[in-house]
């Protein structure tokens, strides 16, 4: 198992300025995920972050905007840049989940952007 | 590219009833199928997986089915009680290490006593 501490958990941004979300894992991981939860809508995966090389990112999501560091196997940042109201969301860190096993999710951040 | 929907955004049920979520997917059928429950405010949490030579499989009140047929899978919660009422999310695991699970939207569950 693994246990994850996310934070901030909440935070209300003003546009144009970043927030860099930390995550935290109680055992060393290899990859990590970052997810975006919308209103109503599914997890949506940004980007997966593995240590010692740049992240992944899945198509509509570029490094300019949500630039993500993993400088060692326990620990990530997801930074929302330059944001924009449509930012608005929940960001989700995650490890595990494939190959027969179960994800664990840190609590979420809750980003509201005016 | 590979869909997953959970055709109920929402699903009102009485304490006691069964709840039955559905997620069906598109494209190739995943190695596995995952549940998780999420409450406001938190992240998901695991539930069950089912693999894609089983058809079903039970943990306490919880039972899932997959049927790679008809490209769905079922989630009951029998004897359902207010404290189950929170959104339930279907993921897909293809089964490649390293790789994300792909999530449906949810069904929103509420259990009224």
């Known amino acids: 198992s693994a246990v994850i501490s996310q934070k901030p958990s909440r935070d209300i941004c003003q546009r144009g300025t970043s927030l860099t979300i930390q995550c935290q894992v109680d055992?060393?991981?290899?990859?990590m995920f970052w997810y975006r939860q919308q209103p109503g809508q599914s997890l949506t995966l940004i980007a997966t972050?593995?240590?010692?090389?740049?992240?992944?990112?899945e198509s509509g999501f570029v490094i300019d905007k949500f630039p993500i560091s993993r400088p060692n196997l326990t620990f990530s940042t997801l930074t929302v840049s330059n944001m924009s109201p449509e930012d608005s969301s929940i960001y989700l860190c995650s490890v595990g989940g494939g190959m027969n096993t179960e994800a664990f999710f840190g609590q979420g951040t809750r980003l509201t952007v005016v | 590219s590979q869909k997953i929907e959970q055709n109920s955004e929402a699903l009102n049920i009485q304490e006691g009833k069964t709840a039955t979520l559905t997620c069906n997917y598109t494209n190739y059928s995943p190695a596995y199928l995952q549940w998780y429950r999420q409450d406001p405010g938190r992240g998901p949490v695991f539930l069950l997986l089912?693999?894609?030579?089983?058809k079903e499989k039970r943990k306490e009140r919880l039972k899932v089915t997959f049927d790679t047929t008809l490209k769905q899978s079922l989630f009951h919660i029998t004897a359902s009680q207010p404290a189950d009422s929170a959104t339930y999310l279907c993921a897909l695991d293809i089964g490649q290490a390293g790789t994300a699970l792909i999530f449906g939207k949810g069904t929103t569950l509420s259990v009224s006593s």
């Open positions: 089912i693999r894609e030579n089983e």
């Open positions: 055992s060393q991981v290899t990859m």
């Open positions: 972050a593995n240590q010692g090389s740049e992240a992944t990112y």
